[in-house]
């Protein structure tokens, strides 16, 4: 009899738990949950947010687009993301514009794979409330060749070429910590030119954003979140390209426990999005 008690009492324990799993929970940098309005208040108060995402993460795209939507409600918005490249800004204004269809739009720009579940969502919401949307990103051919050549290589370029890109030469900080740890995960036989590629993605993404400020609005920028974690990458060329810029970054990690922020993640962002690792990928 006591063991059919015990046996209750335990099973109602794992019940009352197991109705309580949430996916996600928000921290502030220093570790304290925090609420998904005390974001969007921070986000419609700032100039720029760049929202670091993980890309195969459902999670990340939904929220992306949730605060898409609550932010638009209260500030006019100006949208950007890393997944396109600068020189399919036309092929996106035209969709846009409702010049060009989806399957045009699929055979005139380089879309990634998981596009359609987790970034036409986005484009879709800038068309239908007709939204700028800028694409910021360095073609990725020009990445790989500084990968190989280093920066001197984009000096060949053409004019128009260079148009896609940040202006020549680009600040560069080797010293910067994302570059750092770049150069210690890839290992110490990685050849230098590795972080200047990334470099010249994120300054491109700086550059465009920078560009394309509109006064009263807030730039909603998406992008991997190794692009501005610790408040590096992008949000480093956005301070050199405009210094007083405000800007707010939202980083994402993955944990096993959402309940308790993990000690090496603060300080990451202003605001740190963490999933929990079981999370259904989108690829």
């Known amino acids: 009899m006591k063991k059919g008690i015990l046996s209750l009492i335990l099973l109602f324990g794992v019940l009352l738990h197991a109705q309580d799993k949430p996916a996600y929970q928000l921290y502030d940098n220093k570790g304290k949950k925090v609420t998904y309005s005390k974001m969007l208040k921070a986000a419609a108060a700032t100039e720029v947010v760049l929202f670091g995402e993980y890309h195969n993460n459902a999670i990340c795209?939904?929220?992306?687009?949730?605060?898409?939507?609550?932010?638009?409600?209260?500030?006019?918005?100006?949208?950007?993301?890393?997944?396109?490249?600068?020189?399919?800004?036309?092929?996106?204004?035209?969709?846009?514009?409702?010049?060009?269809?989806q399957k045009q739009l699929d055979s005139t720009a380089r879309l990634w794979s998981n596009?359609?579940?987790?970034?036409?969502?986005?484009?879709?919401?800038?068309k239908e409330k007709k939204i700028t949307f800028v694409a910021t990103n360095i073609p990725r051919r020009y990445a790989s060749m500084v990968a190989k050549k280093g920066f001197e290589v984009l000096e060949t370029?053409?004019?128009?070429?260079?148009?896609?890109?940040?202006?020549?030469?680009?600040?560069?900080?080797?010293?910067?910590?994302?570059?750092?740890?770049?150069?210690?995960?890839?290992?110490?036989?990685?050849?230098?030119?590795?972080?200047k590629a990334q470099a010249t993605k994120d300054a491109t993404m700086g550059y465009f954003i920078v560009q394309n400020l509109q006064p009263g609005t807030v730039f909603l920028h998406y992008n991997g979140?190794?692009?501005?974690?610790?408040?590096?990458?992008?949000?480093?060329?956005?301070?050199?390209y405009k210094p007083g810029l405000k800007v707010m970054t939202i980083a994402t990690v993955e944990q096993k426990d959402v309940g308790k922020l993990e000690a090496e993640h603060y300080n990451k962002a202003d605001f740190i999005l963490v999933i929990d690792e079981d999370v259904t990928k989108t690829y």
């Open 61 to 101: 795209h939904w929220l992306q687009l949730e605060l898409t939507k609550d932010l638009a409600e209260v500030k006019p918005l100006v949208m950007g993301a890393e997944m396109f490249e600068a020189d399919n800004q036309k092929a996106v204004n035209r969709y846009l514009a409702d010049s060009i269809t």
């Open 115 to 126: 596009y359609k579940t987790d970034y036409k969502p986005l484009l879709d919401f800038a």
């Open 157 to 195: 370029l053409t004019p128009e070429e260079k148009s896609w890109m940040a202006p020549l030469p680009m600040p560069y900080d080797a010293n910067l910590p994302g570059y750092v740890n770049m150069m210690k995960m890839m290992g110490e036989h990685t050849s230098p030119n590795m972080p």
């Open 225 to 240: 979140t190794y692009h501005s974690d610790n408040y590096d990458g992008i949000n480093w060329y956005l301070k050199t």
